[in-house]
């Protein structure tokens, strides 16, 4: 899919929101200015954040209260073994958030996820959604 400007990837962002279900997890891929905080700020904003959104590179994570539930942002760029965000406490996100978006996310460290790689093109942005496993909401997996 392709996303030739701004007003594309809101809609893109806005029919995504409604579609994902309660506790999903989705990593964000591409490369660098790829647009990947841009869609979650479309994302934050149309599960009813009204706030500033802004990339949690250097704090790792952010946290936005919406009427839906919470989301989480992460940013895992830094981050040498991605696991480590279990021992961070992902696990207690997980149960309880709307939402957890990771940029960076690695699949094979979070296989029930679904990866949004952005791609940037000279037409725009080229997006594709990748399952893994599945996107049943992370509150009902089982990890070993």
Do not use: C
């Not at 962002?13 to 990947?36: F, R």
């Amino acid at each position: 899919m392709l996303l030739p400007d701004l007003e594309a990837t809101r809609r893109f962002a806005q029919k995504l929101a409604q579609t994902l279900p309660q506790g999903s997890l989705v990593l964000l891929t591409g490369p660098m200015g790829a647009g990947k905080t841009t869609l979650v700020k479309f994302l934050v904003g149309a599960l009813g954040f009204a706030g500033e959104v802004t990339s949690p590179t250097y704090t790792l994570i952010h946290e936005y209260p919406t009427e839906q539930g919470l989301i989480v942002h992460i940013d895992a760029y830094r981050m040498a073994d991605q696991e480590e965000l279990y021992h961070l406490g992902l696990e207690d996100y997980l149960p309880e958030a709307r939402l957890v978006l990771i940029e960076w996310g690695q699949p094979a460290v979070f296989p029930d996820s679904l990866e949004i790689r952005l791609t940037p093109s000279e037409r725009g942005r080229v997006v594709e959604m990748i399952p893994h496993r599945s996107i049943a909401p992370l509150n009902d997996r089982d990890r070993d």
